[in-house]
């Protein structure tokens, strides 16, 4: 009985990448007063969303290579010696050829994560600890007792105690049109609903990854890529789609960067600001922690060694100035003018092992700042969505060589543009199919254009409180929103009497601006309405915590915030 009173009754919500990462860190830490359950909705482990058939078909590629993921057991390369023959033929991967610095398919991966989590159960099971998992089983709520502090799992068929329970559930992409509205699609995953021939041209929201996903698989359906003599790609047209277009429609009118080498391939370089640092900035600075200081010291200062010129370039700009200058060019050119432009420059990057260092710096920054963001003050998230964040989510995608190829060779063909709307564009629903979209163009111009297809491809939403997917914990006000607080009164109260919805003023005077999703504290456990962290339940599920984790760092992420959970359990 001691013996049981003493284990730790972990569950893990999710058995995806995050899951995989999770379970890893408690199997590192070896302490056999573990049990650990898996659920995991479908019948795979370690793929989840991203790797496996919901998110990708066979053309769809990663974004990283083999050196620069987060090691599991072993590397990709070493997998690819053992992986089942039929696979590599399926995907015509020689394994002697194997190159650790290129992209992978991402169902391949999916299979390479799966196989990271059955070496994971052999080392648990070596290690005397006791692993379950649910497949193909879905957590339809959490209940948290407060007296005893355990969480119930509630599935459609049991209910499970334990002592902490992890929310790993991954992306989630919530229908709103898409089954209502014929034509209209509110993510393109499961990318099979939009393997379809189509005669006519297809609207896509947003330039993002998510959007060239769409975009590879309607290519596909609709014609054939060709390589010619001298290794370019060119795009033929089926015969039954010779009116079949894609017209990607971007708030900013561009195409996202390309891959290039990175000389820190895990993007955390020494240089960085430590957590005391950043803890006795905060400390002099009313508690927030300032968005210009992080620029300073995690940005500017690193490249007064690494690139002298550059520094000198932009050592006094401001945030705005910094991002105006490096946006005028992308502005100035035609973007699929500047995505060869790019293509080459990476290529040389490539061939010489040379990075684009303030390309993989604005990365370091982005990474840097995802989890102490929930310190920033309001008016610095405002500016950090609104001017910082652009810049980066364009410069950081990291487009694979074979999707610019791609995206170059259909552009060609006449089959693909890029259309730059506004801010205030919408897409209007029409009753009998299809949707109007209305924006105003570059020129000023006011436009309303009907389309029979449209596709949402803005990436992974922020979902709000109110989405959060176990009720109970909604019920027991065991969750709260996220909200920042304003620094300046005056900033507030203008932005207020501005009609800006997001910003509230509390009781004792003080004003908060709404941001998306759940508030967690620095070791991702929920916290409650009354501001007090849940010491059983912990929250990796990105989409729920957007607010205070504005950049989806994919595999750095979960290597990271599953060790500070881990950390936060056997303290």
Not at 169 to 190: A, C, F, I, Q
Not at 544 to 549: K, L, V
């Amino acid at each position: 009985m001691h013996q049981y009173i003493n284990k730790k009754r972990i569950s893990i919500l999710g058995g995806g990448p995050s899951g995989l990462f999770m379970y890893k860190r408690l199997i590192d830490n070896g302490s056999t007063e573990t049990e650990v359950t898996i659920y995991e909705r479908k019948s795979m482990l370690g793929a989840g969303m991203p790797y496996g058939s919901e998110g990708a078909n066979d053309e769809h590629v990663t974004n990283v290579s083999d050196n620069e993921i987060p090691t599991i057991v072993n590397s990709i390369e070493d997998w690819i010696q053992t992986a089942p023959s039929e696979l590599l033929e399926r995907f015509n991967i020689n394994p002697d050829k194997f190159n650790e610095f290129k992209v992978l398919p991402r169902i391949l991966f999916g299979y390479y994560l799966s196989s990271q989590f059955e070496l994971l159960q052999e080392i648990a099971a070596h290690k005397g600890i006791k692993t379950v998992i649910h497949y193909q089983t879905n957590v339809t709520d959490l209940i948290y007792n407060k007296e005893e502090k355990t969480v119930t799992v509630v599935t459609e068929n049991r209910k499970e105690e334990y002592d902490y329970a992890v929310i790993c559930t991954g992306h989630k992409w919530p229908l709103r049109n898409e089954g209502k509205v014929k034509g209209y699609y509110d993510s393109p995953y499961p990318p099979s609903k939009i393997a379809l021939k189509l005669n006519h041209t297809v609207a896509v929201r947003g330039s993002s990854l998510t959007a060239i996903d769409a975009i590879r698989t309607l290519a596909r359906c609709n014609g054939n890529f060709i390589k010619g003599e001298n290794g370019m790609l060119h795009y033929e047209k089926a015969d039954e789609s010779p009116d079949f277009k894609i017209i990607i429609h971007s708030r900013s009118g561009m195409l996202p960067a390309v891959r290039f080498h990175l000389e820190d391939s895990h993007l955390r370089p020494d240089s960085l600001l430590t957590r005391e640092e950043i803890e006795a900035h905060r400390k002099e600075n009313e508690g927030f922690l300032s968005l210009d200081f992080m620029f300073k010291n995690n940005f500017k200062k690193i490249f007064r060694e690494k690139d002298p010129d550059f520094y000198e370039r932009i050592k006094d700009f401001t945030i705005e100035e910094f991002v105006a200058d490096m946006m005028e060019i992308r502005e100035r050119l035609d973007p699929f003018l500047l995505l060869r432009a790019e293509y080459n420059e990476a290529e040389k990057s490539i061939k010489r092992k040379q990075s684009v260092y303030w390309k993989e710096m604005l990365a370091v920054l982005s990474f840097a700042m995802n989890h102490p963001a929930k310190y920033l003050s309001a008016e610095d998230m405002q500016r950090l969505q609104k001017v910082l964040m652009p810049l980066i989510s364009i410069v950081i995608a990291f487009v694979p060589q074979q999707s610019c190829n791609e995206l170059l060779a259909l552009h060609h063909a006449g089959v693909l543009d890029i259309t730059a709307v506004n801010q205030d564009s919408s897409v209007e629903p029409q009753h009998n199919g299809g949707i109007i979209y209305h924006y105003t163009d570059e020129n000023q111009n006011q436009k309303s254009e009907y389309f029979n297809t449209f596709i949402d491809c803005v990436g992974q939403p922020h979902l709000s409180y109110q989405d959060f997917p176990f009720a109970t914990l909604l019920n027991q006000k065991a969750i709260s929103p996220a909200q920042l607080k304003f620094q300046c009164d005056k900033a507030a109260s203008h932005a207020l009497e501005e009609g800006n919805q997001l910003v509230e003023k509390n009781p004792d005077g003080s004003y908060w601006l709404k941001v998306s999703g759940i508030a967690i504290n620095d070791n991702f456990q929920i916290i409650d309405q009354y501001g007090a962290f849940n010491e059983r339940i912990y929250i990796m599920a990105v989409p729920y915590i957007g607010g205070y984790n504005p950049d989806y760092s994919g595999l750095d992420f979960c290597e990271a915030s599953s060790l500070l959970i881990v950390n936060s359990i056997y303290s």
